[in-house]
């Protein structure tokens, strides 16, 4: 794993230092953060309108890998500890961090250890994602389960309603104005921070057209895959399916050239990226319409600083 740049949305960063253990400054360097400050996107069309926030602590020391500290930073109700080698989790059980095995694209994808989710990281500096770079599609489905549910009926228990009040699709294209709520995990904190991404998406008329969605929940596997899609965690919003993109359309092989499409603006996903959502849109394999709740990797995206604009 290579970490240039440590960097962490405003939301994010909020919602981690509530928790978080504390480190020492020499183990936050240790981190390889090239700056005292972060800086940190605020809602806004195409422009680099930005704001500073300090650097949070990362949890854990230096001795730990820096994935595991992020994880131990973000996720502090369920991955309390890391010794040898080892995710010690809330529930007392473990989990082996990485499993050295040498993989694959679709092995990283479909075998993903915790450590594989950092294999790629999250481009904050360019909308066009380079080649195989899919920041956020490898999930350890052991650590997830974890978190979110083992089964359908357990992430089910743990859903809220959260207020969306843009509506959900039809299937004829059409906008019910009816539904005024979408049902989201409760864990990690994630329906919080939906909320102020419903906030700040309030606040932008010009947006809402994008906005219906098309669920958050659905226990099922990834299209074309035998492993669990982030939907079945709950923590992951369907939106605007009506101007969506996804790579699958061009070819089911995830080795194929793709050429990429968007028809989403850029300021609803900067909102979302803000609270600690990446977006499918960002992936080589692009999903546009796919919002997921995942800390860890915006902690661990690449990003401009104000120092260096
Ligand atoms: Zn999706």
Redesign the pocket.
């Known amino acids: 794993m290579n970490i240039n740049r440590l960097n962490i949305a405003a939301g994010v960063l909020l919602a981690a230092m509530c928790c978080a253990v504390t480190c020492t400054t020499t183990g936050c360097k240790q981190a390889n953060a090239t700056s005292s400050e972060v800086t940190t996107h605020v809602a806004s069309n195409d422009t680099s309108a930005t704001t500073s926030q300090p650097l949070p602590p990362l949890a854990g020391d230096e001795s730990m890998p820096t994935g595991a500290r992020i994880l131990l930073t973000v996720y502090p109700d369920y991955v309390k500890d890391y010794k040898d080698g080892k995710l010690m989790m809330s529930d007392g059980t473990s989990l082996t961090y990485d499993d050295g095995k040498k993989k694959s694209f679709v092995e990283l994808l479909d075998d993903a250890d915790p450590e594989d989710m950092f294999a790629f990281t999250y481009d904050l500096n360019s909308w066009t994602p380079g080649k195989m770079q899919d920041a956020g599609r490898s999930r350890c489905e052991a650590l997830f389960k974890k978190m979110y549910g083992e089964s359908a009926s357990q992430v089910s228990r743990k859903l809220v309603a959260v207020r969306w009040p843009f509506g959900q699709a039809t299937n004829s294209g059409g906008v019910n104005k009816n539904i005024k709520t979408v049902k989201f995990t409760s864990v990690n904190g994630a329906n919080k921070q939906l909320e102020k991404v419903v906030a700040e998406l309030e606040k932008h008329p010009e947006l809402h057209k994008y906005l219906a969605q098309s669920g958050a929940f659905y226990w099922r596997p990834v299209r074309g895959a035998k492993r669990l899609?982030?939907?079945s965690y709950g923590m992951?919003i369907?939106i605007g399916v009506k101007f969506s993109d996804y790579w699958r359309t061009q070819s089911t092989n995830e080795n194929a050239n793709i050429a990429y499409r968007n028809k989403y603006p850029h300021a609803i996903v900067e909102i979302f990226e803000k609270y600690g959502f990446i977006w499918?849109g960002r992936w080589y394999h692009y999903?546009t319409?796919?919002f997921?709740y995942r800390p860890e990797i915006l902690m661990n995206a690449k990003r401009v600083t104000s120092s260096e604009l």
């Open positions: 899609s982030a939907h992951t369907d499918g999903d319409m796919h997921e």
